[in-house]
Structures are given as structure tokens and as C-alpha cells.
């Protein structure tokens, strides 16, 4: 909820890593400070968080950056700034972002949005 603090997040932050081992990826959301204190796989970054390119310059180089985008413009800039995957909420925006970036995308849907008929269909295409 936003509401702890450092060393209550980098607290936890260590004891899920030391619980998941390498059997997952790590990521803390839109805390580059956590994720480079506490030794994650790196960072998710919502509208909210830092632009991408200060999340890549203080991050590790082997850290992923996660950028969730709700639109073309926002995919490009993130790609363009070093992100390694997209998160994408919105799947009538999807198309549009495949056009744009080459970077992975991972659509983030609720399953009764998925499966929507023309959801389904569009996925089904690709």
C-alpha cells in the first residue's frame, strides 16, 4: 500500500528472496533503492516511479527494469530508455505497442478480461 518504510520494504525484500531462491525473479515496484540495497533481478516501474533511463543508470547492468505502459508513446520511451520488457494492462493499446517497440511485451489482464471474445481473438492472431 506505500505506506512502509525502507527498512521494513528492504526487510522483506531479503527475506523473499532468500524464500523464492533462484527459482523466480525477485522485483520491487518503482524502488530502485530496495532493489540495488537488498541485491534483486530489479525493478518495476509504474507512472508513478522514476523514468526508466535513472532506473537503468542505478541499477546493476544484469537487473531487469520492468516499464508498465499505457500507450504507444510511453512503450517507446521506455524502450528507447533501456527497458527490458514492457507491461502492458490494456490489451486494445497492444497492437499499437507490438508496432512500436521490439522488446518483450507481458499483458497483465484479469482472466475475464483475457477472455473476452476479442481478446481471445487477438491473441489467437499473434
Do not use: H, M, W
Not at 5 to 18: E, F, I, R, S, V
Not at 43 to 69: H, N, W
Not at 71 to 98: C, F, M, P
Request: a negative charge.
Amino acid at each position: 500500500d506505500g505506506s512502509a518504510n525502507a527498512k521494513t520494504l528492504y526487510q522483506a525484500a531479503t527475506a523473499l528472496k532468500t524464500l523464492v531462491r533462484s527459482r523466480a525473479a525477485v522485483l520491487a515496484c518503482d524502488r530502485t533503492d530496495i532493489a540495488t540495497s537488498a541485491e534483486l533481478d530489479g525493478v518495476v516501474l509504474s507512472d508513478d516511479g522514476v523514468p526508466t533511463v535513472v532506473a537503468r543508470k542505478s541499477l546493476p547492468e544484469t537487473s531487469l527494469v520492468v516499464v508498465s505502459c499505457v500507450n504507444a508513446d510511453d512503450a517507446q520511451t521506455a524502450s528507447k530508455e533501456g527497458a527490458d520488457l514492457l507491461l502492458v494492462r490494456d490489451i486494445a493499446v497492444l497492437d499499437a505497442i507490438r508496432e512500436a517497440v521490439s522488446v518483450p511485451i507481458f499483458v497483465d489482464s484479469t482472466v475475464d478480461e483475457v477472455s473476452d471474445e476479442s481478446a481471445v481473438s487477438f491473441l489467437a492472431d499473434k
